[in-house]
């Protein structure tokens, strides 16, 4: 059975930092496209960052030079670390795999880790 499990989400204030961490079964981890998404009350879930099994990684503008995603293959980890939080990144951040190889015949999803930043 195909798992994703999400960890590191909590409360913080603005300025700080937070590590999200996706544990991905083995028999998936080589050969499908990983990212985080993040659904903030009352809107709709969206695409944060994507890293490709041979790493290539992709930002939407508004984190982009403060989150970096990035895969420990050995681990079979993604991970998400977030740098100069701001309120607005306050969310359920969630861990998503598709594949194999750039399809879409699978998709698998987290459960889901909720991430505040508040003074």
């Known amino acids: 059975q195909v798992q994703l499990v999400e960890s590191g989400g909590g409360l913080v204030q603005p300025g700080e930092s937070l590590r999200l961490s996706c544990a991905v079964s083995k028999t998936i981890f080589g050969d499908y496209d990983m990212a985080w998404h993040r659904q903030a009350p009352g809107k709709s879930r969206e695409l944060v960052a994507t890293?490709?099994?041979?790493?290539?990684?992709n930002y939407i503008d508004s984190v982009r030079g403060r989150f970096t995603i990035s895969r420990d293959n050995a681990r079979t980890m993604v991970y998400l670390q977030m740098n100069s939080l701001k309120p607005e990144d306050t969310a359920v951040y969630y861990c998503?795999?598709?594949?194999?190889?750039?399809?879409?015949?699978?998709?698998?999803w987290g459960q889901g880790t909720q991430v505040t930043v508040s003074s």
């Open positions: 890293i490709l099994p041979d790493g290539f990684t």
């Open positions: 998503h795999a598709w594949g194999p190889d750039g399809s879409l015949d699978y998709e698998y």
